[in-house]
């Protein structure tokens, strides 16, 4: 929601014949009907996905900026899957002060592989209007897609080129703790600190586990936070197999407040779980 109160949201369309999709974004205003003062005449806007099927763009993740421009992260399929961010005005143009073109594309964030798979699947603005964003992408490791995984936080200037004073050259991989397969990013917030908590799963040999990590506003895990930086808990709805976040959001008191599902004991059923951590 934009600060006129006004829903935007992101996702793809389908374009026909050809089977593949654009990027999408639309803004309802609060009664509900399209805005059609964003990608006017109709309310929305639809890019990049090129009409012969060559490409398929889709948003994951939304979010507004200080000066009301829209900012998307999601995926770009061109054979490889890569990372992709976008950014239109507040008035749902193309926005080519981001980058040059108004999208920045990412992959091999992990590492060098053949076959690449990066993911952006969360994104915020902090305060200085830097671009914050996470994902996964695939690492060189023993294990095949999609378990050599690794969760990525990244974070872009407003011009659109990696802030160099976050992590190395404006990226942060999530380790899994020692003996861990994967870690996959869904979400991220930012607290009232500047401090970073990314929401996802950790995969040991055991089970896949809800995870949360907090990082500090140069990109560094925040020590005094879960162990080492990093929550992570299983079996919230027993002895079952899996418990997943996708969601994050920061409370008046800085504590987070993680959504997602755990599995239920001897089924296959899911029950919905949220958790809350201290700060």
Not at 255 to 266: D, F, K, N, T
Request: proline content about 5%.
């Amino acid at each position: 929601m934009d600060t006129q109160g006004y829903f935007v949201l992101g996702g793809g369309a389908g374009v026909l014949p050809a089977g593949n999709s654009e990027l999408a974004a639309w803004r309802v205003t609060p009664a509900g009907a399209f805005d059609t003062s964003f990608g006017s005449p109709n309310g929305y806007v639809a890019e990049w996905g090129a009409a012969d099927g060559g490409e398929d763009d889709n948003a994951e993740a939304i979010a507004i900026d200080g000066d009301g421009k829209v900012v998307l992260a999601g995926t770009v399929n061109v054979g490889d899957t890569l990372a992709g961010i976008w950014r239109f005005t507040s008035s749902g143009a193309i926005d080519t002060t981001f980058g040059g073109t108004g999208r920045i594309m990412f992959q091999k964030i992990a590492g060098p592989v053949t076959g690449p798979f990066d993911e952006a699947t969360g994104i915020a603005v902090d305060s200085q209007n830097r671009i914050v964003f996470c994902g996964r992408s695939m690492t060189p490791s023993t294990y095949t897609f999609p378990y050599g995984q690794r969760a990525f936080v990244g974070r872009l200037l407003s011009s659109g080129a990696p802030d160099q004073s976050f992590g190395s050259e404006g990226f942060v991989i999530l380790e899994p703790p020692t003996g861990g397969i994967y870690t996959w990013a869904y979400a991220l917030a930012i607290d009232s600190l500047g401090r970073i908590v990314v929401a996802g799963e950790s995969m040991d040999s055991n089970a896949i586990n809800v995870a949360a990590w907090r990082l500090d506003a140069t990109g560094a895990l925040d020590t005094t936070y879960g162990t080492n930086g990093m929550f992570s808990v299983t079996h919230t709805a027993g002895p079952g197999y899996s418990d997943h976040a996708f969601a994050v959001a920061i409370d008046s008191t800085d504590r987070a407040v993680l959504a997602g599902y755990s599995e239920v004991p001897g089924a296959w059923d899911h029950n919905m779980a949220v958790w809350r951590l201290t700060p």
